[in-house]
């Protein structure tokens, strides 16, 4: 062989071998590209999965504390009627009371002229 036959075949096994090291480092960025946008995509939606859950929390929060409130308009509602219907009886009491003195006092009425009829 002679050596500039030898020099080429040299030339051409170093050019193959740096594209084929081109080639597997453009592969290799190539996949390394697509693995960060994979990661990026799977933290993207485990991040909207944290948003859905704390969403999904403050909703629930806010039911709560509605319904919270609610028991305690209903609590303020049954101690107005409660109170209410205490004022009815203290009123009933009052209204019988009365009804009583004066049942007394024509009581004692009649018992002065039973008493002034007896010798």
Same mark, same amino acid.
Not at 12 to 18: A, G, I, N
Not at 23 to 26: D, G, S
Not at 62 to 76: C, D, G, H, P
């Given at each position: 062989m002679s050596p500039l036959l030898l020099?080429?075949?040299?030339?051409?096994?170093?050019?193959? $071998?740096? $594209?084929v090291l081109v080639?597997?480092?453009?592969l290799v960025l190539v996949l390394l590209l697509v693995l960060v946008v994979?990661?990026?995509l799977v933290l993207m939606v485990v991040l909207l999965l944290v948003l859905v859950v704390v969403l999904l929390l403050v909703v629930v929060l806010?039911?709560? #504390?509605?319904?919270?409130?609610?028991? #305690?308009?209903?609590?303020?509602v049954l101690l107005f009627l409660v109170l209410l219907l205490l004022l009815l009886l203290l009123l009933l009491l009052?209204?019988?009371l009365?009804?009583?003195l004066l049942?007394?006092?024509?009581a004692l009425h009649r018992l002065e002229e039973l008493s002034a009829r007896l010798p």
């Open positions: 020099l080429l075949v040299v030339l051409v096994v170093l050019v193959v $071998l740096v $594209l080639l597997v480092l453009v994979v990661l990026l806010l039911v709560l #504390l509605l319904l919270v409130l609610l028991l #305690l308009l209903v609590l303020l009052v209204l019988v009365v009804l009583v049942r007394s006092r024509e």
